[in-house]
């Protein structure tokens, strides 16, 4: 990714604070020579709340209700203590507005999650967010927005 990016022209490098967010950036950092800017909270993935470390079936297991209402509105439903899916979209996309205003005319490159990418891809696009699933975001995937 480093190598392709280095291709590119990048002038600032931000990135999600989490760690699978932050080593990739470490890694881009070092190719293209280009310091991360700091990392950003508001680029993280959805926080699921209660559900965070748990696997599918142990949520099913857990908090079989919530999951059940969650799943009837996945885009306005949050489990207890996380964020709904439109949340996650307006954190997200409010950080991708700021990077570009503090970067007019550069290149950038921003390191996130895939939820977030596919919220901002659904933004970008004037889609309504339950089209989401129609967007493949694989790791290290790289999606272009102009903003």
């Given at each position: ?36 800017e700091p990392y950003r909270p ?68 921003v390191v996130t999650h895939g ?33």
């Amino acid at each position: 990714m480093g190598q392709w990016l280095k291709t590119k022209q990048i002038q600032a490098l931000y990135s999600s604070d989490l760690s699978r967010a932050k080593e990739t950036a470490e890694l881009i950092s070092r190719a293209i020579n280009l310091k991360i800017e700091p990392y950003r909270p508001d680029l993280r993935e959805i926080d699921f709340g209660c559900w965070e470390g748990h696997t599918l079936a142990e949520v099913a297991r857990l908090y079989p209700e919530q999951l059940a209402r969650w799943r009837s509105d996945r885009t306005y439903l949050a489990p207890h203590g996380g964020e709904t899916f439109a949340q996650l979209a307006a954190r997200g996309w409010q950080a991708l507005k700021e990077i570009a205003a503090s970067n007019p005319g550069r290149k950038v490159a921003v390191v996130t999650h895939g939820g977030l990418i596919k919220a901002a891809l659904c933004l970008a696009h004037g889609l309504g967010f339950q089209r989401r699933s129609e967007f493949t975001v694989d790791n290290t995937a790289v999606n272009t927005i102009r903003l």
